[in-house]
């Protein structure tokens, strides 16, 4: 029982020292919600995708997604089109400010994480990352 509330604490320390329970900022200081940071994220890595591919990279429900690629559309920054295969699919697209708003949150993001593994000594990174794994590993 004492692991488990040692974890519990742990894991909300560092949701809280990293920004993580601000829905509408992401932890790297940007004025965006969490959810289009990482939609913005897997856009620009992977081009196009069909927004139920999306749902489920992000782990959200169907409607969610749709939501959250309504909102990336008011935006500017994507644009919805019909797939080229299935007249029912949807393919979810950056625009080009779509493609300049993920790449000033990566810089943003790549800046906090540099910063941050400086402050990690060079003999515990390795350990830092494996216990990430680990965690993310239990929770799938």
Known sequence: MADERELQEAVGRFVRAFGLHQPDQTPCGRPIPVSEAHALGELARDGALRQNDLA???????SSTSRLVTQLINRGWAERTAAPDD??????QLTPAGENAAAQLAEARAARF?????????GERAGVLRALDILTEAIE
């Open 56 to 62: 489920h990279r992000l782990r959200l429900e169907k």
């Open 87 to 92: 007249g029912r699919g949807v393919l979810v």
């Open 114 to 122: 540099s910063a941050l593994l400086d402050r990690v000594p060079p």
